[in-house]
């Protein structure tokens, strides 16, 4: 269907809906009434479609403003035995794909759970399914009533969270029904224990529209995980038929519920991250005795799961996950853009005690002293130091990624007693830490005082793109990325002295009509030539990575100069795409 004109019997805003889509692919939402809105959406996501599923069919249908998604994951063997093992709720999403799920739904009343089981099995049957499965459903936050929205045919990449709730493990129970095997348990038998969470992490950028980032995993720290599979629980006595959908949440008070982390992960440190694929690189799955408890574990875990290398979208999983109005169920789909302003907070000045820190990672980087040897000459044997004294003094220029917001300065001073005397300006003033013991007890950890307290910090040092010129942009400077206890991961770069950029010039200081490729994408659609006149906002090239399509637009109007890309064509970070003339 792609009429505009029937659109007035279901009303504005709908949703354009690939029928083969998945993962958000092949979805729009049409909020502008405006033919031309329309049609744009409708190509976009037809062009997607056909790229990711090889059909550009779509449908469209009235778009529920406040809904939840909430899910029911099935399973069905050849004997006619159908069972439900409860329902997820997947209703945060970016891009109309998960980013966390959890299990059970928060906010259910058994009746509700029961119906809605009921319908999924109703489903299941009615297709004679085999296997396992997803019967999603949208509920209306507003109304409390619930439609059937499509059904998975497959495990699905939250099923980890079912898995902690029952204490199954759903590929076996896919082996035995591919066996020709009943279902290991009936209704009546599957538990229901605790409550569970799964965080999806992704290689993107959420403070630039969660657009997706390739490149090499410099760094990568994880969590100690607790579990591989679910932990198992005891046995349930089967429940009356007339209960069967409406499990006991107290069953199993009775037994101790320990917390539980696992990590799924498809990456390794020293991995690429290409461009050609879903830019999802691992799965956080937590499990507590109820919803506080699995709040809680998810937060500790993203705290010590550490990516350098790429954009991530871990410290943004970390807000939402304590999010009060998270924190108190209030869900829907519309979440991220409902709570923006919270999810997004301006981005303090690091303190000073972090910038001491960075400075002194630099220092002692620098100014390390080669391994003892018993016939090694003082030439070789120590550091750089003076004649006049063996006083060290350095001056250290740090900023943030936002190249027009004033450097911070920090002076290191050390003395023969191997301790350092540190002032830290920065637009608050001064901040003096005198006498601070310090070493490196590995390459990406120093280990310092600071204020009487002792501090195990991870540093890592990224290096600047290799064939980028220096310059007075961020991008081509390095980078120290600090995970430091009680902290958000906080990134500085490290300004480029005056004389290298005497050296190298400025040369990638930008006309403000330039167009550049936000990410290593292909060019789908170049919808401009030289000499047209383009307003503000107008699309002018079409961009897909990671099978995500992503439309730039004019952020000026004129004339366009010059076209450095063409259709089909590989593009990498940073490329000049489109030159627009400013008008006068």
Not at 10 to 39: C, N, Q, T, W
Not at 42 to 49: G, P, T
Request: net charge negative.
């Amino acid at each position: 269907m792609n009429n505009y004109n029937a659109n007035p019997t279901i009303g504005f805003p709908v949703l354009i809906k690939a029928i083969h889509g998945g993962g958000g692919k092949g979805m729009r939402i049409v909020s502008d009434s405006s033919e031309s809105a329309f049609y744009e959406a409708l190509s976009s996501a037809q062009r997607e479609s056909l790229k990711a599923f090889g059909n550009d069919t779509v449908l469209i249908e009235k778009y529920i403003e406040r809904p939840r998604h909430v899910e029911v994951q099935v399973f069905a063997d050849t004997h006619g035995n159908v069972v439900s093992l409860w329902e997820r709720d997947c209703s945060v999403q970016r891009r109309n794909q998960k980013i966390i799920e959890e299990a059970p739904a928060p906010g259910l009343s058994p009746e509700l759970r029961n119906d809605l089981s009921t319908k999924a099995i109703a489903a299941a049957k009615a297709v004679n399914y085999v296997g396992a499965g997803t019967v999603e459903f949208i509920f209306d936050n507003d109304t409390e009533k619930f439609y059937f929205m499509e059904m998975n045919t497959r495990l699905q990449v939250e099923h980890p969270v079912t898995e902690m709730v029952t204490g199954l493990d759903l590929v076996d129970w896919q082996l035995q029904v591919a066996a020709g095997n009943p279902l290991p348990l009936t209704q009546g038998s599957i538990p229901l224990v605790g409550h569970a969470f799964e965080a999806r992490i992704y290689a993107e950028n959420p403070r630039n529209n969660f657009l997706p980032d390739s490149g090499s995993l410099l760094y990568l720290s994880i969590p100690s995980p607790t579990h591989v599979f679910a932990p198992e629980y005891p046995t349930v006595p089967a429940r009356s038929s007339t209960f069967d959908l409406q499990p006991s949440l107290t069953s199993h008070d009775s037994i101790t519920i320990n917390p539980s982390l696992r990590i799924e992960q498809g990456f390794l440190q020293g991995s690429q991250i290409g461009v050609f694929y879903d830019p999802m690189i691992a799965k956080v799955v937590v499990h507590g005795k109820d919803r506080t408890e699995a709040l809680r574990m998810l937060r500790k875990a993203l705290s010590e799961y550490r990516v350098v290398g790429v954009s991530t979208n871990i410290e943004f999983l970390q807000t939402l996950a304590g999010n009060p109005s998270f924190v108190d169920a209030e869900l829907e789909t519309g979440f991220i853009p409902k709570h923006f302003d919270e999810l997004f907070p301006t981005i303090e000045e690091p303190k000073p005690e972090l910038l001491a820190q960075a400075a002194l990672f630099i220092v002692l980087r620098d100014h390390t002293s080669p391994p003892a040897s018993s016939n090694a000459s003082p030439w070789t044997s120590l550091t750089s130091r003076r004649f006049g004294g063996d006083e060290y003094e350095r001056n250290i220029t740090l900023q943030t990624d936002v190249a027009t917001k004033e450097p911070f300065t920090v002076r290191v001073v050390s003395d023969a007693s191997g301790h350092f005397n540190i002032t830290v300006k920065t637009s608050a003033g001064s901040t003096m830490f005198p006498s601070v013991p310090a070493s490196l007890s590995s390459p990406t950890t120093l280990s310092s005082t600071i204020n009487s307290e002792s501090l195990n910090t991870t540093i890592v040092s990224q290096a600047p793109p290799p064939n980028v010129p220096v310059s007075t942009n961020p991008i081509t400077m390095e980078r120290l990325h600090i995970f430091a206890s009680g902290h958000p991961k906080t990134t500085l770069v490290v300004s480029t002295p005056n004389w290298l950029l005497s050296l190298g010039g400025d040369v990638l200081t930008a006309a403000k009509g330039a167009l550049k490729a936000p990410m290593p994408s292909l060019v789908v659609d170049v919808r401009v030539k030289v000499g047209d006149h383009v307003e503000v906002g107008q699309a002018v090239v079409v961009l897909e990575s990671m099978k995500t399509e992503t439309v730039l637009r004019a952020n000026t109007a004129g004339i366009v100069k010059a076209i450095g890309c063409k259709n089909g064509e590989m593009v990498e970070e940073g490329r000049e795409l489109v030159d627009i003339e400013q008008s006068d």
